[in-house]
């Protein structure tokens, strides 16, 4: 599937922001959106998943017009998962959570229990259908905003910071939900601040700054410019620091590249 934005411009004039982005191909199956508060990540994946209207210019998904693509069955095509998990949570129930995208696509009551269960299962809060979802951890919250996504399975996934506040094996599961969709030709779009995530599991990566594309390209090449890196104001992949200092040259991104090397 291939995402292509064209002079693609939105503005929050009360918050003297502006994204404006001239052209940008997105073809891989991950995808992965970097940059400093406030730098237009989430605005820019809420014009991708329509909640937010296009001001100016064009985005397609295969040559179709985005609105014309979303027009089809929007809950099916893409599915994006808020930043903060209190923003999208609203059902009595977390298997009422889950299974609300499930109703509005008409399914019959066996199937939508079936992808409820095998979604809650997926992210590990299969004990948990009749909990209050304000009653979860906020990590267990990301959990199951994550496992409402995964039981419409859409085409393309956005997941805006979807490693925020989990814990290790959380982190490791859900990296593992990623690969899964991957190998099922699934399109994932993911905003994210972790670095060394970043390294280990993205060979592409588009960073913004200030409403603007300052980046796009391989995440070797990326922390290959240390003034770039600076500016945008993250710190290289750990493993890529430590073998910096030990003088290996190309350094390791992670410690899956060193093993590979
Ligand atoms: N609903 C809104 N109304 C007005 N301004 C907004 C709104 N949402 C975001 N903004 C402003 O738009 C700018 C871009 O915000 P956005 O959330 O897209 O950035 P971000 O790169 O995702 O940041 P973060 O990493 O903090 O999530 C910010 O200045 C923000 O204050």
Known sequence: MTIEINKLGFAYPEAGFD?????????????????????????????????LDLQEGQVTVDGEDLGQY???????????????????????????????GLKKLGLPEAAIKDQTDQA???????????????????????????ATVLAIDPEIYLFDEPMMSLDYPSRQRVTRIFKQLEARGRQLIVITHDMDWLASQCERVNVMNHGRLIFSGAVSD?????DLVEKIGV????????SQMLGIDPPFLSLEQAEDR
């Open 19 to 51: 994204l404006k982005l001239d052209h940008l191909v997105l073809a891989d199956r991950l995808t992965a959106f970097i940059g400093q508060n406030g730098a237009g990540k989430s605005t820019l994946l809420k014009l991708l998943s329509g909640l």
């Open 70 to 100: 979303l027009a089809q069955d929007r809950i099916k095509k893409v599915g994006y998962t808020f930043q903060d998990p209190n923003d999208q949570i609203f059902n009595a129930t977390v298997a009422k959570e889950v299974a609300w």
């Open 120 to 146: 809650l299962k997926a992210v590990g809060l299969e004990g948990s259908q009749e909990k209050n979802p304000y009653d979860l951890s906020l990590s267990e919250k990301k959990l199951l905003t994550i």
């Open 222 to 226: 990326l922390f290959a410019q240390p």
């Open 235 to 242: 710190l290289p992949p750990r493993v890529y620091s430590l």
